[in-house]
């Protein structure tokens, strides 16, 4: 009945989308073709065509019906895929996930990390902290009353661990296999199952990341668009079909961008303006990927907006980066951080293999200035945040999405 839903909705209107391309234009209209090589669109003035290695992500530019409230199943694949559904259960190695107005998932238990059987989203502390414990075997998680908390009246929800084998998990029991001894567990007791998965499988790199109506998030190895309809693969094996109006978002960025804050530097050296045992302390505690530590916030604000990703960088810091397989350009927006006002002023140099690619005076309470720099066939990257016309003071470079893509 919900993919019938679905489809009556798609035969009447057609949904339209947004592609923005890692240059930042962007195209919008309905979605003629899509798969891991890039996209058709149908435009006001035709059908334009977009190479997937060029696209960021396609966003939906109507909000597809919201199924989360109805979702409160949650399955966590190895391949990082998130999805959500109402019920799962899981026969003879294979997990059957129904989910609101879409096709239910099946998909190998081999593929499964975890599974949490309930929405408690007070208990994702304690949650969170189950996950972290490395595991010999599967676990169920059990929840127990404790103790209420001071003041507090009602007992206390608490996640205990027990470890074996999981069978089977039916609508009602989980079927549990505990020093030899098969126990059926109700799952009202449960929070959630985390499987045991032998370190060492490679898979499959995912083409693009799509998320759909339930807040399900794919790592997809393959998609394919007939019709109106989706056809994902992620990258552990999990297959579904998505109506295109279910659609959400398809991010491509996490195959063709690479974030610089997520790249181990090959070095990075700060030297202060003045020598000190206090800048000697200061060396000490700097992070090496941001402002010291108690400076400032991680995230960082220019030209009145909020980044939370790429780096901040005190002058006088070299720092050198490898730079990743196929990448073509190298990305940045980049200015004197908010906070400082009108203070720093700093000289920003760009290598790429000993040969100087940018480089650029920036002064606190400027415009940022943004940086697009070729570095195909580039193997390092060089940032220099050297001394300006104020010494060291206020010098705190950000440099905003710095990115590679492809």
């Given amino acids: 009945m919900g993919m019938i839903f679905y489809a009556l909705i798609s035969g009447v209107l057609a949904t339209e989308f947004k592609a923005t391309a890692l240059s930042g234009t962007t195209t919008s209209g309905e979605l003629l073709e899509v798969s891991a090589d890039g996209l058709a669109i149908r435009t006001a003035d035709g059908v334009v065509r977009v190479d997937g290695r060029q696209v960021a992500t396609v966003d939906a530019l109507t909000e597809p019906l919201d199924t989360t409230a109805a979702n409160g199943v949650q399955i966590q694949l190895i391949d990082g895929s998130r999805l959500w559904g109402n019920q799962v259960v899981v026969s003879r190695g294979t997990a059957n996930l129904t989910r609101v107005e879409m096709e239910p998932v099946e998909v190998s238990s081999r593929a499964i990390q975890w599974i949490r059987l309930r929405r408690s989203t007070e208990l994702n502390p304690m949650w969170n902290e189950q996950l972290a414990i490395e595991n010999k075997g599967d676990v169920v998680i059990?929840?127990?009353?404790?103790?209420?908390?001071?003041?507090?009246?009602?007992?206390?929800?608490?996640?205990?661990?027990?470890?074996?084998?999981?069978?089977?998990?039916?609508?009602?029991t989980v079927?549990?296999?505990?020093?030899?001894e098969l126990v059926k567990i109700k799952r009202e007791k449960l929070e959630g199952l985390i499987y045991f998965q032998p370190p060492g499988r490679e898979l499959v790199a995912a083409v693009c990341r799509l998320t759909d109506s339930s807040r399900s998030i794919w790592n997809a190895k393959a998609i394919q668009l007939e019709g109106t309809t989706l056809l994902v693969s992620s990258a552990a094996g999990a297959k579904s079909r998505i109506p295109l109006s279910a659609l959400r978002q398809l991010d491509y960025s996490v195959v063709n961008t690479q974030y610089l804050d997520a790249i181990e530097p090959d070095s990075w050296e700060w030297q202060p303006f003045f020598e000190s045992r206090v800048a000697a302390g200061n060396l000490q505690r700097f992070s090496g990927r941001g402002l010291p530590d108690g400076d400032a916030s991680s995230a960082m604000r220019?030209?009145?907006?909020?980044?939370?990703r790429g780096l901040q960088m005190r002058s006088r810091t070299v720092a050198t980066f490898r730079i990743p397989k196929d990448a073509?350009?190298?990305?940045?927006?980049?200015?004197?951080?908010?906070?400082?006002?009108?203070?720093?002023?700093?000289?920003?140099?760009?290598?790429g293999d000993n040969r100087q690619l940018y480089s650029q005076s920036i002064v606190g309470g400027a415009e940022p200035q943004e940086v697009s720099l070729d570095v195909s066939g580039v193997r390092r990257l060089t940032l220099l945040v050297d001394y300006g016309d104020e010494l060291d003071i206020g010098d705190y470079l950000d440099l905003c999405n710095a990115r590679f893509t492809r």
Avoid: C, M, W
């Fill in 175 to 180: 079927h549990f296999e505990l020093d030899g």
């Fill in 302 to 308: 220019l030209g009145g907006r909020t980044y939370d």
């Fill in 328 to 351: 073509q350009r190298f990305l940045a927006t980049v200015g004197i951080d908010d906070r400082l006002g009108e203070s720093g002023n700093v000289q920003l140099l760009i290598r």
């Fill in 142 to 172: 059990v929840r127990k009353t404790g103790r209420p908390a001071e003041g507090e009246e009602r007992p206390a929800t608490v996640l205990d661990r027990v470890e074996g084998i999981i069978k089977e998990i039916t609508a009602d």
